[in-house]
C-alpha cells in the first residue's frame, strides 16, 4: 500500500472537519452562515490550521465541566482581560478537537479529560467567528473557532499557565452574574443541553 503523504493527510483531516460542519450545521441550521463562511476558509486554504493564514485561520476551544455537571472551568486571559474559555492557536494540527484537549491540558494542569464524541464523531458543540485586533505588528485577523465539550475532575489543584490571570471554577449561578458574553453563555446553554439530551458519551484514551 502506498504511504499517504503528510498534504494528502491534511487534506483527509479538512474533509473530515468539512463532514463535522455538516453535522453541526443540521442541528444548528440558523447558524447557516458561521458555517458557510468557516467551510470556505477550510476548503480554499490548506494552511487554515496556521496561525499565519490570513485573514484567518482555524482555532480550537475547550467548554470544560466537572463530572457532576455543576460546575464549569474558566480562563481570566492575560491579553483580554475577560473570563473566557480555555483554548488557542492549532499551529498545525489538523484536528481541532484535540487543539482543545491539548490547549485545556496546557492552560489549566489538569489531565485525565473526557472529550465528547457523538456517534456521528468529534462534532463541535459550538463555533463562533471573532476578529483579534492588531497586536505586536500581526495584523488584524479573524479566529474561526471550534468548541468542544470536555470533562475533567474538579479536584484536581489548577496551575495557571502564561496565558492567564487566573483561572476558576464557577457553578452556573456565579458564570450566569460574572460572565455576560453572549457566545461563552451560548456554550454553556449547548452544553448543558448535549448532557442532558445524550446521544454521545466522553472518550479518555485519544492516542
Known amino acids: 500500500m502506498r504511504p499517504i503523504n503528510e498534504e494528502e493527510a491534511g487534506q483527509s483531516h479538512r474533509n473530515d472537519l468539512q463532514q463535522a460542519l455538516g453535522h453541526y450545521l443540521a442541528r444548528y441550521p440558523d447558524e447557516g452562515d458561521t458555517i458557510a463562511r468557516i467551510r470556505y476558509l477550510v476548503a480554499g486554504h490548506p494552511d487554515c490550521f496556521e496561525r499565519t493564514c490570513m485573514p484567518g485561520h482555524i482555532t480550537g476551544s475547550a467548554w470544560i465541566v466537572s463530572p457532576d455537571r455543576s460546575k464549569y472551568l474558566m480562563t481570566r486571559h492575560r491579553i483580554f482581560d475577560r473570563w473566557l474559555q480555555l483554548g488557542g492557536h492549532a499551529d498545525g494540527c489538523a484536528q481541532p478537537h484535540l487543539v482543545a484537549l491539548r490547549e485545556a491540558e496546557e492552560e489549566s494542569g489538569l489531565t ?20 483579534i485586533p492588531a497586536r505586536s505588528g500581526v495584523p488584524a485577523h479573524e479566529h474561526h473557532d471550534l468548541r468542544y465539550l470536555l470533562i475533567a475532575s474538579a479536584e484536581q489543584p489548577l496551575k495557571i499557565s502564561d496565558e492567564s490571570h487566573d483561572l476558576g471554577w464557577f457553578e452556573k449561578n456565579g458564570l450566569m452574574e460574572t460572565i455576560h458574553e453572549e457566545s461563552v453563555l451560548r456554550m454553556a446553554r449547548k452544553g448543558d443541553a448535549v448532557l442532558r439530551l445524550g446521544g454521545g458519551d466522553f472518550v479518555y484514551d485519544l492516542s
Open 112 to 131: 485525565g479529560f473526557g472529550l465528547f464524541k457523538e456517534p456521528e464523531g468529534f462534532v463541535p458543540l459550538d463555533v463562533d467567528i471573532h476578529v
